[in-house]
């Protein structure tokens, strides 16, 4: 008996690396997405540190070179907060996107497998009644010599 050949294996074959290429590309968003989110925090932990060191000088005379110097710092730190903000909401719209992407892909990937389970299932239903017919021929035949040889043996 032949064995069960998928005629789409290739294609389903192409379908699990397409998918896999798109969790690839997803993770490396994702990344980047964690990697914006780190470097925000990190924005603002600069920004709590400088405030601290700032409380220390304010005790006594101020310093007006100093403060121009905080201030221009803590601008720069609110311009980079708002960039590293926008980014991260575009990095968080393309990480939805490869995710949908991703999503297209698993079920296409699925369709073929379900198709694939299904031929399966029909090749082996086909095989078994194949099977059952040739037992059953076997068997008729066997009674048949059986028969033949009681008569031939009564006779």
Known sequence: MKKFNFRLEKLL?????????????LSQVTQKVFNQERAL??????????????RSFLTGAVN?????AYSRYYLKLKK??????????ALRIE??????DLVKATRVKKIYEKLKERKQEEFSSEYQKQLQKEQDEIASLMLQHK??????SQS
Do not use: C, P, W
Request: hydrophobic share 20%; no cysteine; proline share 0%.
């Open 13 to 25: 074959q192409l379908k699990a690396h397409i998918e896999k290429e798109k969790q690839k590309v």
């Open 41 to 54: 925090g990190n924005i603002d932990s600069s920004r709590k540190n400088i405030q601290g060191e700032q």
């Open 64 to 68: 007006t070179s100093m403060m121009s």
């Open 80 to 89: 980079n907060e708002l960039l590293g903000r926008e980014m991260l909401g």
């Open 95 to 100: 990480q939805e996107d490869k995710r949908q």
């Open 147 to 152: 028969k033949s040889q009681n008569q031939s």
